[in-house]
Every structure is written in C-alpha cells, then in structure tokens.
C-alpha cells in the first residue's frame, strides 16, 4: 500500500482554502447585530489561537439567527472538530508517515493519530451534527464541505477509540497499541473501569463515522494517493462475504444491535483469512483452524465467513 505522503499538500490547500471561504463574507450581514459581531469576532479569535473552550463558547452564545449561517455554521464545526482532536496539520502529517496494511491494520492506523494527544470524541459528533444541519439547510455540501465530513469522519473514528483502547502511555493518552484491559465485544456494565470498554453508543458513533467516510471518499479518492487505495479496499470490505449491514448507515438512530456486534467483531480482528484487508486493532490473525480465546481482552469464537468473532 502506498504511503499518504503524496496526499498531504492536497489536504492542506483544501483545509486552507475551506477556512477562507468559511471567513469570506463573514461581516456583510452583520452592521446591526452589534453584540453577535462582538462575540463572533472573539470566537474567530479564540479559534484561530486554538482556544477551542473559548472559541465554543462564544458560538453558543450567539442568537440562533445569527449562529444558523452557513458560514458561521461552518466556523463552528472547525472549532469543534478542533476541541475534539484535530489539527490538521499534525493530522495529515500523521496520515502522510503511515500505510494501511496487514502490520498497521485501518482502525489502528486511525487510533494511532491521536497517541499521545488529548482527545475529546463527543465533539466531533457534535461537528457532524453541525454539518449535516448544513446539508439540510442548502440541500448538499460543497466540495470543501463535503472534504472536511470526509477528514472528520476518520477523526471521529479514530477518537472513539483511541479514548478508550489505547490509554495506557504518559498522561494516560495512549503508547500506539491497544490495552491489555480493553474488552471490544461488549458493553460497558456496572462495576467496570471506564476505560475497558467502548459503549454501544460510542460503537454506534464509530459505525456513524465509517459510513460517512465511505459515503464521502469516492469523490476525492483519485486525488488521495495510497488513503485512496486504502479506503476503496476498506469499502470492499462491506460486501461479500461479510455482507455488512453498517455501511451506509450515517445515522446513529438508524444503528442496530446487529451492527454494533458486527462493528465490535470488526475492531476485534487485526486480519481476515478470507483475503479481505487489515482492518481491526486486535493483534492475532484469525483463520478458520487458529481461534483462541481471549486475546486482549477479546473473544475470538468466529470464522472467516462471519467475522462475528463477539459473543
């Protein structure tokens, strides 16, 4: 697999090039909206400065009238997406270093973006939230839009589970590798350490994020170098002989315990016998005559044909 290298300058031409647009016609409408031009000025301050606290504050205390702009919306979304974890920056850079393949399988190479780095996940929900407002206001996305839903997809992925498979390391911000308490197959009971387990919900998230992704990458897929030929293997993935349910569902309301348990199978294997690509953060590879049980925390009771490795 290629590495991302190639991809990087294109990234951060259109990251700058969303963040001029978002800005352009940023004080047309605002000559008697004094208290809203204040705040929003201090937002876009705060924001360019990475004081995402501040800059969200500031936004949520505009009046609805003036936040619901597409434009302002769009500010928005960057400073969460920046409170969540990502710097693009620092994001793509990290993309551009790695490949996906068999020693880096998909979810970990998502997860390992965020190691060492404090992640706030529910924040980039919040993002998605504010773009897909965006997308019902004006009925679709630009092609910057549509590119940053692509970028903070993956984000989301991969802060959803660094957060809570990989905490061991400095700080509790993760070493690169999965921890050895984390169990992928099942909810979070009561009792349990909070950092053993990804809730449902949170699986219904990652699910959220990896639909997007493939809903949105075709677009941008020749221009993406090796994540191009990755996420278009990654998407194969979805169709025989596993048959994914998940795909296309962007929706978490739409999520069901099906596809959570195929998701929690999915980030349990590191490789399929089947042929098909890496794409868990399990460290065993799983064959039809290798199934041992309890590997990190994971049960592995399945066969390539199903990958319904959870109990």
């Not at 400065?49 to 003036?66: E, G, P, R, V, Y």
């Not at 350490?193 to 998230?205: H, N, V």
């Not at 596993?242 to 195929?262: E, I, M, Q």
Request: hydrophobic share 40%; net charge negative; proline share 3%.
């Amino acid at each position: 697999m290629k590495t991302l290298r190639k991809t990087l300058v294109f990234v951060l031409l259109f990251f700058q090039f969303f963040s001029l647009s978002c800005g352009e016609n940023l004080f047309k409408s605002m000559s008697n909206k004094e208290t809203d031009q204040a705040r929003y000025e201090d937002a876009l301050k705060a924001k360019n400065n990475s004081d995402w606290d501040t800059a969200i504050t500031k936004f949520q205390a505009l009046s609805s009238d003036f936040l619901n702009q597409e434009a302002v919306l769009e500010q928005y979304a960057g400073a969460l997406a920046g409170k969540c974890g990502l710097n693009f920056i620092t994001y793509t850079n990290s993309l551009g270093s790695s490949t996906i393949d068999s020693s880096t399988p998909f979810f970990k190479y998502l997860m390992n973006a965020f190691t060492g780095k404090a992640v706030s996940p529910a924040h980039c929900t919040t993002a998605e939230m504010v773009m897909k407002q965006i997308k019902t206001m004006t009925g679709t996305w630009t092609t910057n839009q549509t590119f940053f839903v692509l970028i903070l997809s993956m984000v989301k992925m991969g802060t959803y589970i660094r957060n809570k498979a990989d905490v061991d390391g400095t700080g509790n911000l993760g070493d690169g590798n999965p921890d050895a308490t984390i169990n992928l197959c099942r909810d979070a009971e009561a009792g349990d350490a909070t950092t053993a387990y990804l809730t449902d919900t949170e699986i219904k998230e990652i699910i959220t994020g990896f639909a997007l992704m493939l809903q949105n990458f075709a677009a941008f897929s020749a221009n993406l170098g090796g994540a191009g030929d990755a996420l278009a293997t990654i998407s194969a993935t979805c169709g025989p002989p596993l048959n994914l349910t998940f795909c296309s569902k962007t929706d978490a309301a739409g999520v069901d315990a099906t596809d959570v348990k195929g998701m929690r199978s999915i980030l349990s294997l590191a490789y399929n016998a089947a042929g098909l690509s890496a794409v868990g953060i399990g460290s065993t590879t799983v064959t039809a005559a290798t199934n041992p049980n309890g590997n990190n925390g994971v049960y592995w009771g399945c066969t390539p044909a199903s990958l319904l490795c959870c109990p």
